[in-house]
């Protein structure tokens, strides 16, 4: 699963709260990024059994290495990212994971929708 979007859309923590139990990686992460990009196999081996990867755009390379993967188990949902919505424009990217990948574009809220989660945020209390 791919959930992208604009920034500061909610992508990470959507994720994060809907998949607690899976490791969460980020390619903001210096270290992240640098384990992946120095041994990408070893990389995607010990995380096999499935993990979040965050800012996935940073290291698109990463697919190539997922495909494989992926194709190695029918064991679906093992790898959830996040990225801007900008990868997902990448014909190559939706090429590669066809059948192999949900993409959920999330929307960044509307201010009539910020404004009354406020309103309902401070009836509650």
Not at 56 to 85: C, H, M, W
């Amino acid at each position: 699963m791919a959930v992208v979007g604009k920034r500061q859309s909610g992508k990470s923590t959507l994720v994060k709260a809907c998949f607690q139990d899976e490791p969460n990686l980020s390619f903001e992460n210096i270290t992240t990024i640098n384990q992946f990009k120095n041994d990408p196999e070893l990389f995607i081996h010990r995380y096999h059994e499935g993990c979040i990867i965050d800012e996935v755009q940073r290291a698109p390379e990463i697919f190539s290495y997922l495909q494989t993967e992926i194709d190695k188990s029918n064991k679906k949902g093992r790898f959830i990212l996040t990225g801007s919505s900008n990868f997902t424009l990448v014909q190559s990217v939706t090429q590669t994971f066809a059948g192999r990948m949900v993409f959920l574009d999330l929307l960044p809220l509307s201010m009539g929708k910020i404004n009354s989660s406020k309103n309902d945020m401070y009836k509650n209390k």
